[in-house]
């Protein structure tokens, strides 16, 4: 198998009118969802384009999902943008990505037109004839090592990187994804990430792999929780991938009392570090034969490298290991002196084999720094990825996470790099110097800054015009003089422990 293609072909096959995807409008079949791509796909065709990126710049929706796969049909890849993310951050991925097209719809048109002059408007796209020759031409020519897609994390320079994924990558990760937790035609998935976001790669191609049903849920669900567990009774719902944040408001509203997932058999979480007390919760007040598993991964690697199936208790105060490696998927864990680390021993996690993404779109100085040449492998080219995540292996041969090498950080599900809203704040007017420090204790983000004639509502809403959401510091103080270190930098230590409680 060569194209993730392949996977709704052989089930619009198998299962023509079985629901692929949902959402509360609407619900496509995998026929459906096959013949809608094409269509679209067939439509952008005129722009003559082989593997380059088009834009997909629509809410979260079904249609999403068609204009994702169109993309694929066309023999390019594609980039899914946030509609809700400032223009200017966008202008930034643009610039360096320069899409051959956007695909959007009358809603978002006018922002789309600030955005590339190439827009294809969803609604008349998908009603294009499907030219079945040009398809085929197209598909003929193309590889496993084809990109899929590209996704955007936060970037310490204020560029945000665009780590590239291919086919290969995709069909080597559901492979693992779908036989570890049993994904099958009976599966429904309640999807909550964003699909900018790298784990709803784990839920979408593990759907189309397997014949199995994707519901997107409403956002506004994980505001009235209530809603959320009769969402997922309402749809059947028996697996879920959720960040942490998201599993921990049903525990933090100790909604059990009240209602209960009524066919939930999977409950799978990764992207932030998962509080045991909040899935003790979970764990104490639901069916014992529920399976809970803790997945650990940068977008880098697919969407996972580790994961480690509950199998015994732990403790509130005790963190969950983060596991074992993959399937096809190899970690080292390799100290100061660049040798593997011994067992109890920090050191930094790398990640081999075929969910090792190619490397970050048109930016070879970033690539160079984190795809690197195996540290023990003295004899044959072998890129492996470095997570700048610090880990140790307990006495059951677990890997557990202990904290990031760097400034990034992980909140709320998202990758966070501290220094991309540092660059955002020094660029207003006013701001002599600004820091970003990380209260880990309340997991908070706190900005810290000299300057005058500004107030924290002032820069506040700068960031707002420049940031997503999650990025947005909790906190903003200000400060006379900032610390300096005898290297001349700023001392985040010292503003760390003025700053955080």
């Given at each position: 198998?060569?194209n993730i293609?392949?996977?709704?072909?052989?089930?619009?096959?198998?299962?023509?009118d079985?629901?692929?995807?949902?959402?509360t409008e609407?619900?496509?079949?995998?026929?459906e969802?096959?013949?809608?791509?094409?269509?679209i796909a067939?439509?952008?065709?005129?722009?003559?384009?082989r593997?380059?990126?088009?834009?997909?710049?629509?809410?979260?929706?079904?249609?999403?999902?068609?204009?994702?796969?169109?993309?694929?049909?066309?023999?390019?890849?594609y980039?899914?943008?946030?509609?809700?993310?400032?223009?200017?951050?966008?202008?930034?991925?643009?610039?360096?990505?320069?899409?051959?097209?956007?695909?959007?719809?009358?809603?978002?048109?006018?922002?789309?037109?600030?955005l590339?002059?190439?827009?294809?408007?969803?609604?008349?796209?998908?009603?294009?004839?499907?030219?079945?020759?040009?398809?085929s031409e197209?598909?003929?020519?193309?590889?496993?090592?084809?990109p899929?897609y590209?996704?955007?994390?936060?970037?310490?320079t204020?560029?945000?990187?665009g780590?590239?994924?291919?086919?290969?990558?995709?069909?080597s990760?559901?492979?693992?994804?779908?036989a570890a937790?049993?994904?099958?035609?009976?599966?429904?998935?309640?999807?909550?990430?964003?699909?900018?976001?790298?784990?709803?790669?784990?839920?979408i191609?593990?759907?189309?792999?397997?014949?199995a049903?994707?519901?997107?849920?409403?956002?506004?669900?994980?505001?009235?929780?209530?809603n959320?567990i009769?969402?997922?009774?309402e749809?059947?719902?028996?697996?879920i991938?959720?960040?942490p944040?998201?599993?921990?408001?049903?525990?933090?509203f100790?909604?059990?009392?009240?209602?209960?997932?009524?066919?939930l058999?999977?409950?799978?979480?990764?992207?932030?570090?998962?509080?045991?007390?909040q899935?003790?919760?979970?764990?104490?007040?639901?069916?014992?034969?529920?399976?809970?598993?803790?997945?650990?991964?940068?977008t880098?690697?697919?969407?996972?490298?580790?994961?480690?199936?509950?199998?015994?208790?732990?403790?509130?105060?005790?963190p969950?290991?983060?596991?074992?490696?993959?399937?096809?998927?190899?970690?080292?864990i390799i100290?100061?002196?660049?040798?593997?680390?011994?067992?109890?021993e920090e050191?930094?996690?790398?990640?081999?084999?075929?969910?090792?993404?190619?490397?970050?779109y048109?930016?070879?100085?970033?690539?160079?720094?984190?795809?690197?040449?195996?540290?023990i492998?003295?004899?044959?080219?072998?890129?492996?990825?470095?997570?700048?995540?610090l880990?140790?292996?307990?006495?059951r041969?677990?890997?557990?996470?202990?904290?990031?090498?760097?400034?990034?950080?992980?909140?709320?599900?998202?990758?966070?790099?501290?220094?991309e809203?540092?660059?955002?704040a020094?660029?207003?007017e006013?701001?002599d110097?600004?820091?970003?420090?990380?209260d880990k204790?309340?997991?908070?983000?706190?900005l810290?800054?000299?300057?005058?004639?500004l107030?924290?509502?002032?820069?506040?809403?700068?960031?707002?015009?420049?940031?997503?959401?999650?990025?947005i510091?909790?906190?903003?103080?200000?400060?006379?003089l900032m610390?300096?270190?005898?290297?001349g930098?700023?001392?985040?230590?010292?503003?760390?422990?003025?700053?955080?409680?």
């Amino acid at each position: 198998m060569k194209n993730i293609l392949e996977y709704i072909e052989k089930n619009a096959e198998k299962y023509p009118d079985k629901t692929a995807f949902s959402d509360t409008e609407e619900s496509i079949t995998y026929n459906e969802l096959m013949e809608k791509a094409m269509s679209i796909a067939t439509s952008f065709s005129e722009i003559g384009k082989r593997n380059c990126p088009i834009a997909v710049y629509l809410d979260k929706s079904v249609k999403t999902i068609c204009a994702m796969f169109s993309v694929t049909y066309s023999g390019n890849f594609y980039i899914v943008v946030d509609t809700e993310m400032p223009l200017e951050r966008i202008h930034k991925i643009f610039s360096g990505l320069s899409p051959a097209a956007i695909i959007t719809d009358e809603a978002h048109f006018e922002k789309a037109k600030l955005l590339n002059d190439k827009i294809f408007l969803y609604d008349d796209a998908v009603k294009t004839s499907v030219n079945r020759e040009k398809l085929s031409e197209i598909r003929s020519r193309q590889i496993d090592t084809d990109p899929l897609y590209a996704l955007y994390t936060s970037g310490s320079t204020g560029m945000p990187k665009g780590a590239v994924l291919s086919h290969r990558n995709v069909i080597s990760y559901t492979e693992w994804f779908t036989a570890a937790f049993d994904i099958n035609s009976e599966t429904v998935f309640g999807n909550q990430t964003p699909f900018y976001f790298s784990m709803s790669v784990s839920d979408i191609y593990s759907t189309i792999k397997s014949g199995a049903t994707l519901c997107i849920i409403p956002k506004v669900c994980f505001s009235f929780p209530v809603n959320l567990i009769k969402f997922l009774n309402e749809n059947k719902i028996n697996t879920i991938y959720w960040v942490p944040s998201a599993i921990s408001i049903v525990s933090n509203f100790k909604l059990f009392k009240y209602i209960k997932p009524e066919f939930l058999k999977k409950v799978l979480f990764a992207g932030e570090v998962m509080p045991t007390k909040q899935l003790n919760y979970w764990i104490n007040n639901l069916d014992k034969d529920i399976l809970y598993a803790n997945l650990y991964g940068p977008t880098e690697t697919t969407d996972i490298c580790t994961y480690y199936v509950l199998d015994r208790h732990f403790e509130d105060d005790e963190p969950l290991p983060i596991g074992r490696h993959c399937d096809n998927c190899d970690v080292l864990i390799i100290n100061d002196n660049h040798e593997p680390a011994e067992k109890g021993e920090e050191g930094e996690l790398y990640v081999r084999g075929s969910f090792v993404a190619f490397g970050y779109y048109g930016d070879d100085e970033k690539t160079k720094s984190a795809f690197v040449q195996n540290p023990i492998n003295k004899y044959y080219p072998e890129t492996v990825y470095k997570t700048g995540d610090l880990v140790r292996e307990n006495e059951r041969g677990e890997i557990i996470y202990i904290t990031r090498k760097d400034f990034q950080i992980k909140r709320m599900g998202y990758r966070v790099e501290l220094g991309e809203i540092e660059t955002a704040a020094n660029s207003i007017e006013n701001i002599d110097e600004a820091v970003c420090v990380f209260d880990k204790r309340n997991d908070k983000i706190i900005l810290v800054y000299q300057g005058k004639k500004l107030t924290a509502e002032d820069i506040l809403k700068h960031l707002k015009s420049k940031l997503p959401p999650y990025m947005i510091p909790d906190k903003i103080e200000k400060i006379t003089l900032m610390p300096h270190n005898q290297n001349g930098k700023i001392d985040r230590k010292a503003i760390s422990e003025m700053m955080c409680e």
